[in-house]
């Protein structure tokens, strides 16, 4: 007889369970399925990983620049890992020391935003408006798949695992069939996009920044920024909007009555059917939403810029990048415009779960 204690998960009591602090900027971050390993991407081109039971941390080297996508196989002890300069390396992540298995050069032109896992299919995306679809055994090139005007930032597969979302900067997601490469339909996500025009700069800003599935498919959800009026900082208010799969039309927008500024960086459908976003930009939040409703039932301010969430598998605990700022800005100044010093990162670990209390004396 199992007599385990059952912990309730509560997003009302979520709070800030474990702080694990970086030398450099984060940009991503992942739990590992087994739910033993969480890893980390930073400016420096380091991928750090840690085990959440015994603390060890390990550094894998390979990459030379910005690390932001990070993906595990959900099968096999395989992490994926890309960078700015278009590379993608595959580890054995449980090696004591982990060396790359494979490394693929210039497999995108630039930046790869996002990549994701669809059974033996590696996916790829990002500034060269391209979408490549890879083995994810020995890394050859199967398809690729064109269609976007514009940097694509994030991608999500159907839980049917043969379908793909993929969204882009300027507020267009397209749906594919992997299976054969073909594009199926675009949704229309242009409330996310702020043209040069809109923001009063040289550049636009916003586009589609995350994109999650419910558990059966039905629905899929977008994130982004709204109502930006300035390219500075991006300044704006973050939004989700959410689409019937089947149909291809749109759902109610999801609300956030917050003031909050900035992005909506990461969203995840827990188990349980309620949705989390992810805030990143002037500070960080986490909001939480039950099916069908609009308005967040539960919301966790004050906190870091949140860059990428991720929850882990037992769905009571989530994982997050965060930027921490030691200079007078996003780069890292502090008083002589001469000197600089490298802005930091750190990997929060969130309870959605009840506090445990103190020990009695």
């Given at each position: 007889m199992n007599d385990a204690p059952v912990t309730t998960v509560d997003p009302t009591r979520t709070w800030e369970a474990k702080t694990i602090p970086v030398p450099r900027q984060l940009l991503g971050c992942r739990i590992s399925s087994c739910g033993e390993y969480v890893v980390a991407g930073d400016f420096a081109g380091a991928i750090h990983r840690w085990h959440l039971a015994s603390d060890r941390h390990t550094v894998l080297a390979a990459h030379s620049s910005w690390v932001k996508?990070?993906?595990?196989?959900?099968?096999?002890?395989?992490?994926?890992?890309?960078?700015?300069?278009?590379?993608?390396?595959?580890?054995?992540?449980?090696?004591?020391?982990?060396?790359?298995?494979?490394?693929?050069?210039?497999?995108?032109?630039?930046?790869?935003?996002?990549?994701?896992?669809?059974?033996?299919?590696?996916?790829?995306?990002?500034?060269?408006a391209r979408?490549?679809?890879?083995?994810?055994?020995?890394?050859?090139?199967?398809?690729?798949?064109?269609?976007?005007?514009?940097?694509?930032?994030?991608?999500?597969?159907?839980?049917?695992?043969?379908?793909?979302?993929?969204?882009?900067?300027?507020?267009?997601?397209?749906?594919?069939?992997?299976?054969?490469?073909?594009?199926e339909r675009d949704l229309n996500a242009a409330t996310l996009w702020h043209s040069p025009e809109a923001t009063m700069s040289l550049t636009g800003v916003g586009g589609v920044r995350s994109l999650a599935f419910d558990r059966d498919g039905a629905t899929l959800v977008a994130g982004g920024m709204a109502t930006t009026t300035s390219a500075n900082f991006a300044q704006g208010t973050p939004a989700v909007l959410a689409y019937d799969w089947a149909a291809?039309?749109?759902?109610?927008?999801?609300?956030?009555?917050?003031?909050?500024?900035?992005?909506?960086?990461?969203?995840?459908?827990?188990?349980?059917?309620?949705?989390?976003?992810?805030?990143?930009?002037?500070?960080?939040?986490?909001?939480?939403?039950?099916?069908?409703?609009?308005?967040?039932?539960?919301?966790?301010?004050?906190?870091?810029?949140?860059?990428?969430?991720?929850?882990?598998?037992?769905?009571?605990?989530?994982i997050a990048a965060t930027f921490e700022a030691r200079g007078q800005g996003g780069n890292g100044r502090r008083g002589n415009i001469a000197e600089y010093v490298d802005n930091a990162g750190a990997v929060k670990i969130y309870s959605m779960t009840p506090r445990p209390s103190p020990p009695r004396r």
């Open positions: 996508a990070l993906v595990f196989h959900a099968d096999r002890r395989r992490l994926y890992s890309t960078d700015y300069a278009g590379t993608i390396c595959c580890w054995n992540y449980a090696d004591e020391e982990p060396q790359p298995i494979w490394t693929l050069r210039d497999a995108h032109e630039g930046w790869i935003r996002d990549a994701v896992v669809a059974g033996d299919l590696l996916v790829t995306a990002g500034n060269d979408i490549r679809v890879w083995s994810a055994n020995n890394g050859s090139l199967l398809r690729e798949l064109t269609g976007h005007g514009c940097a694509i930032f994030c991608l999500a597969v159907h839980p049917d695992g043969r379908t793909l979302a993929s969204g882009d900067n300027h507020g267009v997601i397209k749906r594919w069939d992997l299976t054969t490469g073909r594009h291809g039309s749109a759902r109610p927008s999801l609300r956030i009555p917050d003031p909050f500024e900035g992005f909506i960086t990461s969203l995840a459908f827990h188990p349980d059917g309620f949705l989390i976003g992810a805030g990143g930009g002037v500070g960080g939040a986490l909001w939480f939403w039950r099916a069908g409703e609009q308005d967040p039932f539960a919301s966790l301010r004050g906190l870091r810029h949140l860059r990428e969430t991720h929850l882990h598998p037992d769905g009571q605990r989530l």
